[in-house]
Every structure is written in structure tokens, then in C-alpha cells.
């Protein structure tokens, strides 16, 4: 294992994959087959160990700079509770050729995965943007739908950047620390659209998570999988203190603009939202 703060072998991507499955599966966020989960590696895996099928894989966008990365991706209609117990059941791993636009699919013969997630361009299109803007050698993406971040979404006043922010960012100090930029809201659009996927891409340049109106959310971290549920995790239970303090009458304050002015100077928050 080298110096990097990343999981580094297949064994431990799958391991971060199906905690991050178990954890999202526990906040209710990931019914039946829905959610979706890739990561990318740019270093070599040993596939061998967990795939013994393989076959080329048309790619739904071109994305040449992930040419030489791997990118294990969960399979359509997988449960993402169930990577944990069977990963190679349920996830496969493309080597990107060159050029981007095809790559090799390595799969467990007999296992559940048959294609990619239908959410797959989102994935490559966050993947292929990150590394040509940062650089990523790592990166996980996390499609799910947290059941309070989704509600919200369906009533007009935090339809919103700003008003979902403001509404989900008052109730623990802790959460501008974890998410600085805040959720970036994106209007309804079809899901495995074109139009969702460059949104989406693009609303994931400056924030660490998206809510899809109406759908759910990306996220993604250089981290780990289960560093991208975490960042989940805290959007969302920003989103059940305001959705219980609705169901309330509202009577709840939450932490002023001053309060959390004075977290962010506390604690060196890079924002601009307080």
C-alpha cells in the first residue's frame, strides 16, 4: 500500500463499495434496484481475482481522458445492499480503451451483472471532467435517492440552489464544514438523458453533491465510496431537520446566518454561503 489516502486494490474498492451499499441502504435511500455506484482507478487492478468473463463494452459517451483507467461500475437493476456480500456478483470493471469511446467489460459469469447502471453516461461524464480538470487518479460517484433531499425537491420553495441551502444548512454546525459549497439543485429532467448528464456534470465542477429535482442525487469524492455516502448522509439529515420541523409548524429557529458566519471563521470553512 502506498501513500495515498485512497483504497488502492481491488479488494478494498469493493470493500468501501459495499459499506457505502450497507450505509445508504440503512437510510433508506437505495429501495430495491435503485442507486447507483461507480469508481475510477487509474493504476492497474487485479481483475483476475473476482471476474473470469470479459467481452467490449460501446461506451455511452466518449470520454478520452479516462483512456488506461478502470472504472468499476454496479450493474442495472443490482441492489447496492448486496455489493458488500457479492461484489463481483454485482459489479463490473471496464478498462477504457484508448480514444475513450470503448472499453473491455470484466464481469462474474453467472453473477448478476449484465450492463452498466442506466445512469452510466452521468458517471463517465463526472469521471472524464474531473480528471481532465484535476487530474483525479481516484474517484468515487454515488447516485441515490435519500428520501427527505428527494421531498424537498417536490415543493416549489427549495426548488432552489439558494433556498435549498439555506433550508438544509441550519441545523448542525458540522454540515457547512462537510459540504463548504453546499448542494447544487437541478431542475427535473429525464433520468439517463443527455440534458441530465451534462447538468450534472457541470453542477459537479463546484459541489461535492447534486440533488436531480424530483429524483435523488450525485455525489462523488476522491476519497472513497463511502466518503461520497457520507457527504450524502449529511445533506440528508440537514433535510430530515427540515422536513420534521415542517411536519412541526416550523417552530424550530435553526442556526442564524451570524451562527454559522461564526462556525465558518471558526473552523476556516472555504464558502462563500455564510
Known sequence: ???????????????????AGRRL???DAIEAGAGNLSVI?????????????????ELPL??????????????????LREV??????????????????????????????????????????????QVARRGVAFQAVIHAQPPHLTLLSHLPEFQGTAELNRAILRWEPETIVQLPEGVKFLPFMVPGSDELMASNVAGL?????????KHGVMARSDVSPLGACDKIEYAETGALYEYKNLATGGRAQGL??????????????????F
Open 1 to 19: 500500500m502506498g501513500t495515498t489516502s485512497y483504497p488502492e486494490t481491488l479488494t478494498d474498492i469493493l470493500a468501501s463499495m459495499g459499506a
Open 25 to 27: 441502504n440503512s437510510i
Open 41 to 57: 482507478a487509474r493504476e492497474p487492478l487485479e481483475l483476475g481475482e473476482f471476474f473470469d468473463a470479459e467481452r467490449p463494452l
Open 62 to 79: 466518449a470520454v478520452p481522458h479516462l483512456a488506461g483507467y478502470t472504472v468499476l461500475v454496479t450493474g442495472s437493476g443490482c441492489r
Open 84 to 129: 458488500g456480500d457479492q461484489p463481483a456478483h454485482n459489479v463490473g470493471a471496464v478498462v477504457v480503451h484508448e480514444g475513450g469511446r470503448a472499453g473491455t467489460l470484466h464481469y462474474r459469469a453467472g453473477g448478476n451483472f449484465v450492463r452498466p447502471t442506466s445512469e452510466f453516461n452521468s458517471h463517465l461524464g463526472v469521471h472524464d471532467d
Open 205 to 213: 465542477r463546484d459541489h461535492q453533491v447534486v440533488l436531480w429535482a
Open 256 to 273: 442564524s446566518d451570524e451562527e454559522l458566519h461564526r462556525v465558518v471563521e471558526a473552523f476556516h470553512v472555504p464558502t462563500t454561503l
